[in-house]
Structure formats: structure tokens, C-alpha cells
Antibody, heavy 123, light 106 residues
Framework: QVQLVQSGAELKKPGASVKVSCKTS????????LHWVRQAPGDGLQWMGW????????YYAQKFRGRVTMTRDTSITTAYMEMSTLTSDDTAVYYC????????????????WGQGTLVTVSP | DIQMTQSPATLSASLGDRVTIACRAS??????VAWYQQQPGKAPKLLIY???ILQSGVPSRFSGSGSGTQFTLIISGLQPDDVATYYC????????FGQGTKVEIK
């Protein structure tokens, strides 16, 4: 069955960077775009961007451009989201989510989600 | 950017009640709306996509409707397991979630 398993919780200081992983299984990794969504307290769910596991090209939401890098390693069917220059506003649960339609990014919702990774930014 | 305005923010209903949650888009998004259920401490779960298509394995008491700018999620017969926060998502232009509706049992 399809599974997305994320790395564990992180505690970071302001100004630091964090890298979250999303290990996938149960489907052909290169067939489905992977998105990252964050959920900050009081801020709802916010789309951050996506990565094309086949070609490797990412696309970032404007709010996160310049501070977020999305990559993938096809040999271990894992996607990564790295965020730099963290502030307390980045304290949130970060999710990876699979696009519901194979080899397509437009007009696709998410059908499978990782369990989430809590990133806490505190001095 | 397309904004999704969801209402109400909180809803308290009795078991067996019919529950209605609304989402209004800031511009027309022909059918590219999904609904998710999020239970405390868990990831969102897909209920409905393309405004009205029930995801496989989701109970038939959940239904969705709408087009243009007005979309609705209905729970026909509220069950204890339905206590959760529900979110709409537009995926017409990028991806934007509503602010969520917390459903409680009265």
C-alpha cells in the first residue's frame, strides 16, 4: 500500500536550517509529484511547493522562494524539504503529500499524506 | 491568489444530525475543490475531490456539491468518528486551503 513516512520532530534555534525527509513506498516514485504543506498554529494549511520526482525540478510558492529547497533521491524513493534562516514563525507541522494524478501537476489534489514532522524554532 | 472562505469556524451538532460546511472561492474555480478531514494529531484525509466525487473507502454519509464559487460538504447523519476539523482545498490555480471547520458533538 502507498506510504509516506516522514522524519522525526526537530528543535532548531532561530537562524538555523532544517531538512525534513519523506520516504515513500508502495508505488512508482517517479510517477507522482510530491508537495509540501505546512500547518502552523493559528495559520491553517499552507501549500509550500512541489517537486517532480522524475525530472527533479521543484516549484515553490512565492512566500517560500529563496528560503526553501526541495530535492529528491530516486534511489531511495525519498523527497526532502530544507528550509533556511528559521524564525519562530516557522514553528509548524510540515507534511509531504502525493499528487492524486500520475505524471500531472495541474488540477491535482492530494490523496496520500505523510504523518507530519513538527519543527519547533526556539532560542 | 484564490482565497477560500470557509464557514462556520466551529459547528456543534447532535449525533445523527445533517451537517453542512460551506466554502466560498474568491473567483470561479470550476469544480477543482477537495474536502479533507483532519482528526487531532493526524494528517488530513481526503474525503471528496472534484467537488463531488467520493474518495474510495470514504463512508457514503459524506457528500460534496457546488461549482463556480460556492461549494458544500454535507455529513448526512453525524457519527462520533466524524469529530474532526474539515478543510476545503482549491486546486484550480496553485493550492489554497480554507481556514477549517471544527465539528463537535453537542
Amino acid at each position: 500500500q502507498v506510504q509516506l513516512v516522514q522524519s522525526g520532530a526537530e528543535l532548531k534555534k532561530p537562524g538555523a536550517s532544517v531538512k525534513v525527509s519523506c520516504k515513500t513506498s508502495g508505488y512508482n516514485f517517479t510517477d507522482y509529484f510530491l508537495h509540501w504543506v505546512r500547518q502552523a498554529p493559528g495559520d491553517g494549511l499552507q501549500w509550500m511547493g512541489w517537486i517532480n520526482p522524475n525530472a527533479g525540478g521543484p516549484y515553490y510558492a512565492q512566500k517560500f522562494r529563496g528560503r526553501v529547497t526541495m530535492t529528491r533521491d530516486t534511489s531511495i524513493t525519498t523527497a526532502y524539504m530544507e528550509m533556511s534562516t528559521l524564525t519562530s514563525d516557522d514553528t509548524a507541522v510540515y507534511y509531504c503529500a502525493r499528487a492524486a494524478v500520475a505524471r500531472w501537476v495541474q488540477y491535482t489534489n492530494y490523496d496520500y499524506w505523510g504523518q507530519g514532522t513538527l519543527v519547533t524554532v526556539s532560542p | 491568489d484564490i482565497q477560500m472562505t470557509q464557514s462556520p469556524a466551529t459547528l456543534s451538532a447532535s449525533l445523527g444530525d445533517r451537517v453542512t460546511i460551506a466554502c466560498r472561492a474568491s473567483q470561479s474555480i470550476p469544480g477543482w475543490v477537495a474536502w479533507y478531514q483532519q482528526q487531532p494529531g493526524k494528517a488530513p484525509k481526503l474525503l471528496i475531490y472534484q467537488a463531488s466525487i467520493l474518495q474510495s473507502g470514504v463512508p457514503s454519509r459524506f457528500s460534496g456539491s457546488g461549482s463556480g464559487t460556492q461549494f458544500t460538504l454535507i455529513i448526512s447523519g453525524l457519527q462520533p468518528d466524524d469529530v474532526a476539523t474539515y478543510y476545503c482545498l482549491q486546486y484550480n490555480t496553485y493550492w489554497t486551503f480554507g481556514q477549517g471547520t471544527k465539528v463537535e458533538i453537542k
